[in-house]
């Protein structure tokens, strides 16, 4: 019959069509894909704009905070490092004045300016959390520095795991 | 055409399986056909390029200034890709001619075609006695002149180097030599890229704490903020006619592409407010549009996109490889990156045809690939055993040469336009 000829054709040729496509791969985050907080569809994606930078004469404090990790291919806050940025939030919100400079950093691997631009994702997606916590966007400032500031100088997944971190740096 | 085949021919089998070759069947060849993946990708054959022999056997130098320019020389020639010196007898070019110094430098240069019994460059040249080497790279792009190809040794290249202990930008010639430190910041730095007049550049440095982009007036021997808002400023490409620059900026709470007059001004987006990480700005040589890198379509996995320099859709370029980086468009309308295929190699791609063609041998990794002046060669980096040096590539199929070496690691290479 042509109608059940027509369906056979056709779906030999879907199943062709997704076998010729295969090399093409999804997104591989492990974080039920790129609509988590920083990921690319996340919510918030218009953004809301930076504050000015702290002066430079600014009192900063580094080490308060214990570092936020994060996966390879990830720009997202994994859900077990979620209490890391909600004790910032809370001592954000106990003091007014200041803020905090979130840092994002890459490990040693790919394109230095990629790079850059990756830990600067892992920053943004960091001060989107905290704005979730209802900490004021004017408080926040997003640094990255790529690669270019590892803090463990080993070659394997375990200095690299150490790298893919944002920092937390107060200021007032 | 040759991969199609294959496929048709189990077709065919199925459809006499199935009896009919009716309209339905060249419709779901042609949709099959469409669906196909990526464009063909070609190893480049190794094994050198065609060169012509040329015999400088008498080519004299006398003096240290002569001899420097004498051997510079006949580097370059060698480095052109188009030349391989030849014992006198049956070589097609001869170049011959005398060099010495007494106060100047002063060189009579004759090169003549053997085969056509023609004097093709018959000239005097003087200059300085420092100024050696850079008359032996201008004698060399007249030389190339002469036989109708376009040389690269008047352009420099402006680099990261650790030579001093901290990261530093250095300028150097094409084969490596006259090097010089330009910066002395004890800072981070990265991504220098020239502009087209090729006596300014712009890099992105954390002078002020924060990554901004300076640019630096070498002749003026001075440096100025380019951008410097809030969130992070990168990218810093020049258009060609010198009048804008392109920034991948974050202030408005997403990463962007932005373009602005250079000298100051609104950036004006170009790209859609997403979360994704944008980076390496370049224009086309026409300053229609820019090629950049996102990694929106899966993080981590960054690809090349080509937009309008008045906005509007993004086209992506690249499908192979897990990350495709630091692109450089080429005044030959081709666009050379860095692609993760196993270890990063240096790839070239038209952006019409998006066929590309892989142009390292894969021992190692050769990352931020910039064209050389001569629309042939591509200035890079070689990372192996975590140690970097930049190396010159060559589309034709010559191996990758070292150039001279430093101690330090030496990287992200760019190449003045001419």
């Not at chain 2, 990261?167 to 150097?172: D, H, I, M, N």
Request: net charge positive; charged share 20%.
């Amino acid at each position: 019959m042509q109608s059940k000829r027509w369906m056979m054709l056709m779906a030999m040729g879907l199943v062709c069509v997704v076998a010729l496509s295969g090399c093409k791969k999804k997104t591989t985050s492990g974080n039920a894909g790129d609509n988590g907080i920083g990921g690319v569809t996340g919510t918030d994606v218009n953004g809301t704009g930076l504050g000015n930078r702290p002066d430079l004469g600014a009192t900063e404090m580094a080490g308060q905070f214990v570092p936020v990790y994060f996966d390879y291919d990830s720009a997202q806050v994994k859900e077990s490092e979620r209490s890391k940025v909600e004790t910032v939030a809370e001592q954000l919100k106990k003091a007014s004045g200041g803020g905090v400079i979130v840092e994002g950093h890459c490990d040693e691997r790919g394109s230095r300016e990629y790079n850059l631009s990756l830990g600067e994702r892992r920053a943004q997606a960091v001060r989107a959390y905290l704005m979730t916590l209802s900490v004021d966007a004017a408080r926040i400032q997003t640094k990255s520095m790529g690669k270019e500031k590892p803090v463990a100088l080993g070659h394997d997944e375990e200095s690299w795991a150490k790298n893919r971190r944002v920092e937390f740096v107060l200021f007032k | 055409m040759g991969k199609y085949f294959g496929w048709l021919s189990v077709f065919q089998g199925l459809e006499i399986g199935v009896g009919v070759f009716s309209k339905a069947w060249k419709m779901v060849l042609v949709l099959l056909i469409a669906a196909l993946p990526a464009p063909a990708q070609v190893r480049v054959v190794k094994g050198g390029s065609a060169k012509a022999t040329i015999d400088w056997s008498r080519l004299v130098a006398t003096g240290g200034a002569a001899t420097e320019f004498k051997r510079v020389l006949e580097d370059d020639l060698i480095h052109s890709g188009w030349f391989t010196p030849a014992a006198p007898g049956g070589a097609e070019f001869s170049l011959v001619g005398a060099a010495q110094e007494s106060g100047a430098l002063n060189a009579t240069i004759q090169f003549a075609s053997v085969i056509q019994r023609q004097w093709l460059l018959s000239k005097q040249y003087t200059a300085e006695s420092g100024a050696a080497r850079r008359l032996a790279h201008k004698v060399a792009d007249e030389i190339l002149a002469a036989i109708g190809r376009k040389g690269m040794f008047s352009g420099r290249i402006v680099m990261i180097g650790t030579h001093s202990g901290a990261k530093e930008l250095y300028v150097c010639d094409m084969d490596g030599g006259n090097l010089s430190q330009i910066t002395h910041d004890n800072n981070i730095c990265l991504g220098p890229h020239w502009a087209p007049d090729g006596n300014r550049l712009t890099y992105t440095a954390f002078l002020k704490r924060y990554p901004d982009v300076y640019l630096i007036d070498l002749a003026a021997r001075s440096r100025r903020v380019v951008a410097s808002y809030p969130g992070m400023n990168s990218g810093g490409a020049i258009s060609p006619d010198g009048t804008l620059v392109a920034l991948i900026l974050s202030k408005d709470g997403y990463q962007a592409l932005y373009v602005r007059a250079l000298n100051g001004g609104v950036p004006v987006r170009l790209t859609e407010g997403s979360r994704a990480a944008l980076a390496s700005p370049c224009w086309s040589p026409d300053g229609s549009h820019l090629v950049y890198v996102s990694d929106q379509a899966s993080t981590a996995h960054p690809q090349l996109y080509v937009i309008s320099r008045s906005g509007g859709a993004p086209r992506r370029l690249t499908s192979r490889g897990s990350q495709n980086v630091a692109p450089s468009w080429g005044a030959n309308g081709l666009i050379t990156y860095a692609s993760l295929q196993g270890r990063f190699q240096v790839c070239v791609l038209d952006p019409n045809t998006l066929d590309s063609k892989v142009v390292t041998p894969g021992d190692a990794d050769y990352e931020d690939p910039s064209w050389a002046p001569d629309g042939r060669h591509i200035i890079c980096s070689r990372t192996a055993g975590y140690r970097s040096r930049i190396y010159l590539l060559d589309t034709l199929g010559d191996s990758p040469v070292a150039l001279s070496e430093f101690s330090g690691d030496w990287y992200s290479p760019s190449v003045t336009a001419k």
